[in-house]
């Protein structure tokens, strides 16, 4: 089992439409988590980051924790093609060393 | 914010050659910097963890003599690929953190395609 689990897609979805993206980890010792946006072919660009359980907000961006569950989700509101792009949870307990998902494909079509 | 510049961010190399990538903070020092390697459509896969003024720590089944990492000094660590074949062409990304923050940033990623 992989410790830390997301679902690659891809994922398609109209403009406008409400997106969630999860993933789940096994490791209990984790703390930190990350959500990175990745566009194609650079490099990964941090979206949010939220440490132990519950809920951060960031525009149309809002990240959950769920540390009784291991269960972590971003969501977008009102989203646009522009949001097209690979995103990654990470996560980690507390030295540098992430953990990636295998990131999940989105598509916002216009 | 704390920006990662990552040059070059694309090389065409013969097989049999070395190449190098290079990783600098640009508005803050760091000790520690990590190197990454991407396939398509897949995630990242840490390759090693740059220390400065010390040797670089690798992942179990990375090639320490293929993947030579510097880290010479506080805001700049080195990839070099030595003796390229075409199976090391790949996606590189670096990351480094600020000291005393807890999120890493990334930088904008070197493609590597070895003939």
């Known amino acids: 089992q992989k410790e830390v689990e997301q679902d690659p897609g891809p994922l398609s979805v109209p403009e406008g439409a409400i997106v969630s993206l999860n993933c789940t980890y096994s490791n209990s010792a984790f703390q930190y988590f990350m959500w990175y946006r990745q566009y194609s072919r650079k490099g990964p660009e941090l979206l949010m980051y939220?440490?132990?359980?519950g809920n951060k907000e960031d525009g149309r961006f809002t990240a959950q924790v769920d540390k009784s569950s291991k269960y972590i989700s971003l969501f977008i509101r009102d989203s646009q093609p522009s949001d097209s792009a690979t995103y990654l949870c990470a996560m980690f307990s507390g030295t540098y060393k992430y953990i990636f998902g295998t990131g999940t494909r989105l598509k916002v079509l216009a | 914010g704390a920006v990662v510049s990552q040059h070059p961010s694309w090389v065409i190399c013969k097989s049999g050659t070395s190449v190098k990538i290079e990783c600098r903070s640009l508005d803050f020092q760091a000790t520690t910097m990590f190197w990454y390697r991407q396939f398509p459509k897949q995630s990242l896969m840490l390759m090693a963890t740059?220390?400065?003024?010390?040797?670089?720590?690798?992942e179990q089944g990375v090639e320490k003599d293929k993947f030579l990492i510097n880290h010479a000094s506080l805001t700049l660590s080195t990839l070099t690929v030595t003796s390229a074949h075409p199976e090391d062409s790949s996606f590189y990304i670096c990351?480094?953190?600020?000291?005393?923050?807890?999120?890493?940033?990334f930088g904008a990623g070197s493609r590597l395609t070895v003939l």
């Open positions: 740059s220390n400065e003024g010390s040797k670089a720590t690798y």
């Open positions: 990351s480094a953190g600020q000291s005393g923050a807890n999120v890493l940033t």
């Open positions: 939220t440490y132990s359980s």
